[in-house]
């Protein structure tokens, strides 16, 4: 098997990850990984061969960009001191946490390589978490924070993971130039990401068909990333500003057709490379292994320690904040969890993912004085430990823990706050249909009121309580007959479906003509 045999069934393995996941109740990162694990110890699979240095560049940048497209800034701004907590507190306090232990294993590993492992295993990845977390129907704040916490730490954990490893290469170290570099890293991050968000919108303005921007955002994050880089920017963190920007520039116009598109392709490309990241932490245990030789047994005992320290500070730092944020007024803590029971599973959801592997994999072979990264063999394993434990234990078992402590969302609230959202939009509807009556005399009444008549019927179906009986009877008559007509409609529509496709197949019948005509039936199809 060659490297492209080996990446095509890896995406095939990211296709087919999906509804075995859904059948088994698992997350597909934690099923990729799985069978990247079975593809690494199968003989006539390859190792596969990717420079450690580009993996952040190829897949974060994308998987990124598709969980900030899902957000907004508001919805972060709103749990700020939760994702602060974590994104920032949290990660220092991990890697030192780390650091100290794996030094006490390891008395003659330099601090600064022991800083490095505890960088490159603190952040917890947003897309294995939240993908599971979604499914588990938990509610949406901590589903909220927990994307946030995914997204934000990896800022985080690459620059002190960064100084770290320069710290060892160089033997020189600057507490005060690390803290510069920190928020210099990420000033220029923002303010790139902000100016890159507003250029490409105003050129995605000047773009008339859907396909087009579509295409241009998904150069967007690469664009981003790799700027920010340039400048020695965090990469990451531009590329969450310019897709927070896009995301809010683009609710803001009404362009539905772009939205369908995008959606569609941004689902499609991040169930492709998220599958193939995390089949990738698989295939690269072989790496691992074949850099360790033998001798990675008589490392499992410190990995496993770190595991301990990484898994057992978590759970601590969730208790005491749960209990410094809820110990006041409950009304000001909306972005923490309300209940120990809440704290438990936002520990347990904390796995591990690409990041990790990806800064394990990109530690240096020598020091600028030619002589071997001190400890990088057990820094790899510990830090595969990591990942492998968080992925393939806590993640299968995420959903019992959600069963045993019985965190649930409340569908109520979401079907009120469903209801109401319907209600003010349809009210809207109504709203502007006056104002376009009253201003034009060339609409003819009978059209006025059948515009109208629709747009009350489904205000009463929203909203019952605020209808009388009478529309009440004419909502419940208008939903048979459309039902009636939904379905004559239908086998209509499928048949005219069949006569331009066996046209297709017809000799001298222009395939794009047909094509154009399909996706106006399927638009019609789709119409609810």
């Not at 100084?163 to 005060?176: L, N, P």
């Not at 250029?199 to 994050?221: G, Y």
């Not at 209990?323 to 959801?349: K, L, N, S």
Request: one cysteine or more.
């Amino acid at each position: 098997m060659d490297q492209l045999a080996l990446l095509f069934v890896v995406l095939l393995g990211a296709v087919l990850a999906e509804p075995l996941s859904r059948r088994f109740g698992v997350a597909p990162a934690v099923t990729m990984t799985v069978f990247g694990c079975v593809l690494a110890v199968i003989p006539a699979v390859p190792n596969i061969r990717i420079e450690p240095r580009l993996i952040l560049p190829l897949v974060l940048p994308p998987l990124l960009y598709a969980a900030a497209r899902r957000t907004s800034f508001r919805e972060f701004a709103a749990s700020w001191q939760a994702i602060t907590a974590r994104a920032v507190a949290l990660v220092l306090v991990t890697a030192a946490a780390v650091a100290a232990a794996f030094h006490a294993l390891h008395v003659a590993v330099p601090v600064a390589a022991a800083v490095a492992l505890g960088a490159l295993v603190a952040p917890p990845d947003p897309i294995a978490a939240t993908a599971l977390a979604s499914r588990l129907g938990l509610p949406r704040r901590l589903v909220s924070v927990l994307e946030g916490e995914g997204l934000f730490n990896d800022v985080t954990a690459i620059v002190v993971y960064g100084v770290a490893v320069e710290a060892v290469v160089t033997g020189h170290f600057s507490a005060w130039r690390a803290v510069g570099a920190f928020l210099l890293s990420a000033l220029v991050a923002v303010a790139g990401g902000t100016v890159l968000g507003w250029a490409a919108s105003r050129l995605m303005e000047r773009l008339d068909e859907a396909v087009w921007k579509v295409a241009f955002s998904l150069l967007v994050p690469f664009a981003a990333y790799g700027l920010a880089e340039a400048f020695d920017a965090s990469g990451v963190l531009a590329v969450l500003v310019s897709a927070l920007y896009l995301t809010e520039q683009a609710a803001a116009t009404d362009d539905s057709s772009y939205r369908l598109v995008g959606d569609s392709v941004w689902d499609v490309i991040e169930l492709l490379v998220s599958g193939f990241a995390f089949g990738l932490i698989g295939l690269e245990l072989a790496t691992v292994l074949a850099t360790t030789g033998t001798s990675w047994t008589g490392m499992l005992g410190s990995a496993a320690a770190v595991v301990a320290v990484v898994v057992l500070l978590r759970l601590a730092w969730l208790l005491v904040t749960w209990w410094a944020f809820t110990r006041g007024d409950r009304e000001h803590t909306v972005d923490e969890p309300y209940t120990w029971q809440e704290t438990i599973v936002t520990w347990w959801a904390g796995m591990r993912g690409v990041a990790s592997v990806a800064l394990a994999l990109a530690l240096p072979l020598t020091t600028e004085h030619g002589a071997a990264f001190p400890y990088r063999s057990e820094i790899m394993v510990t830090a595969f430990g990591v990942v492998l434990f968080t992925l393939l234990v806590q993640g299968p078992t995420l959903p019992l823990v959600v069963r045993w402590t019985g965190v649930t969302a409340d569908t109520a609230v979401e079907r009120r706050l469903e209801r109401e959202l319907v209600t003010r939009v349809l009210r809207a509807e109504l709203a502007r249909l006056k104002e376009i009556a009253g201003a034009r005399d060339d609409v003819p009444d009978e059209v006025y009121e059948r515009l109208r008549g629709a747009v009350v019927q489904r205000l009463a179906q929203a909203d019952p309580e605020a209808a009388d009986e009478e529309v009440l009877a004419g909502a419940r008559r208008t939903m048979r007959k459309a039902g009636m007509m939904r379905e004559i409609q239908q086998d209509v529509l499928a048949a005219g479906r069949r006569e331009a496709l066996a046209a297709r197949r017809e000799t001298g019948m222009p395939p794009d003509l047909v094509d154009r005509l399909m996706r106006r039936l399927d638009m019609r199809t789709a119409r609810p």
